[in-house]
């Protein structure tokens, strides 16, 4: 399939996803309101767009975004019943792995909640851009689950105490104190999000895009062994011990239900 027909496959038929390709910038904005709650299908237009995206040799940067409101809240809670959650899992770390592997320099652009799965997707990217007021968290464990991604890579980038306090807190932060324990790069609030990360952009276009992705590579080289098989022994822990508790099921059904679990310790 030739570029051109890979630019137009990308931008078709697409619900959650809207996708701008004008070299050597594709941007990603996700597109399921209010929240804009990672479902299915958006990790299948995720997939998708960023297969086709790898494949374009003239685009070197990605930028990842949401809306004003919100960069992501989450995982969609529906998909973590017992039949959907090895498939949401499966292909959520499919995009995940796309952008931790992916010969491009990404980008995330964050606004207002970046939750769970949302914070995931933004975390792996290589740049992360937050406005102070942008709020942050992994709060899975108050539905009895953890983030398989946080608990794989959060430490490396922020430290253990700071990985193990937001994720078996699942407390929020601020984008402002995400930046300072290195999660992310704060946006002052008198400055502009979209202008920093386009500052961003027009450093990194003046630069070899065969250099920047050798380098990507060399940068990681490390961490994507541990990376691996670290995501892989957490997927494997939570569907053969978590998904084996009552609280896990209880949390869930809690959440969807509107109403307080009851844990049992089991």
Known sequence: ?????????????LTRL?????PP???????NPPLNVIDIP?????GAALADIESLSDVSVVILSGSQKGFSA?????AHTPDKVEEML???????RSLVV????TIASVHGHCLGGGAELAMVCDLVYTSELATWGFPEIKLGCFPPVAVTALASLVGHKHAADLVLTGRSITGKDAAHIGLASAVPADVDLAHAVQEAVERLTQLSPAALAITKKAIYAWDSIHFDKGLARAEKIYFEELMKTEDAHEGINALLQKRSAAWKGK
């Open 18 to 22: 809207a996708v701008e390709i004008q």
């Open 74 to 78: 989450g995982v969609d809670v529906a």
């Open 1 to 13: 399939m030739d570029e051109v027909a890979i630019r137009m496959q990308t931008t078709e038929t």
């Open 25 to 31: 910038v594709a941007r990603l904005r996700l597109q």
């Open 102 to 105: 992916s010969r491009k320099v």
């Open 42 to 46: 958006m990790m299948e237009e995720l």
């Open 90 to 96: 499966g292909k959520f770390h499919a995009v995940i």
